[in-house]
Nanobody, 122 residues
Framework: QVQLVESGGGLVQAGGSLRLSCAAS????????MGWFRQAPGKEREFVAR????????LYADSVKGRFTISSDNAKNTMYLQMNSLKSEDTAVYYC???????????????WGQGTQVTVSS
């Protein structure tokens, strides 16, 4: 069964940090690229970062480059998103996704978690 479960969201002040986690079923983690997307109220879901299943290649949206770090722990079947220097514009629901191509295109990701809310207060 394909499952992605996010955790770690919450309320944080601007300039603070949060770490999101995405627990994946084994079959996903070993065969797919994994990514984070986010959706703010009234906006489309947008790419944040992705990592290849081997963990060797990462890609970030320009808006988070230098502040966010994506990583994975294959032994735990878990992906992470460390978010530092958070800004009010980072407020969104963050989704974990698994896809068959390691891109930033939402359409290449076929499996999605339920999302976790991140709210950054200014």
């Amino acid at each position: 069964q394909v499952q992605l479960v996010e955790s770690g969201g919450g309320l944080v002040q601007a300039g603070g940090s949060l770490r999101l986690s995405c627990a994946a079923s084994r079959i996903i983690f070993n065969n797919y690229a994994m990514g984070w997307f986010r959706q703010a109220p009234g906006k489309e879901r947008e790419f944040v970062a992705r990592i290849t299943w081997s963990g060797g290649n990462t890609l970030y949206a320009d808006s988070v480059k230098g502040r966010f770090t994506i990583s994975s722990d294959n032994a735990k079947n878990t992906m992470y998103l460390q978010m530092n220097s958070l800004k009010s514009e980072d407020t969104a629901v963050y989704y974990c996704a698994a896809g068959w191509k390691a891109t930033s295109e939402r359409s290449h990701y076929g499996y999605w978690g339920q999302g976790t809310q991140v709210t950054v207060s200014s």
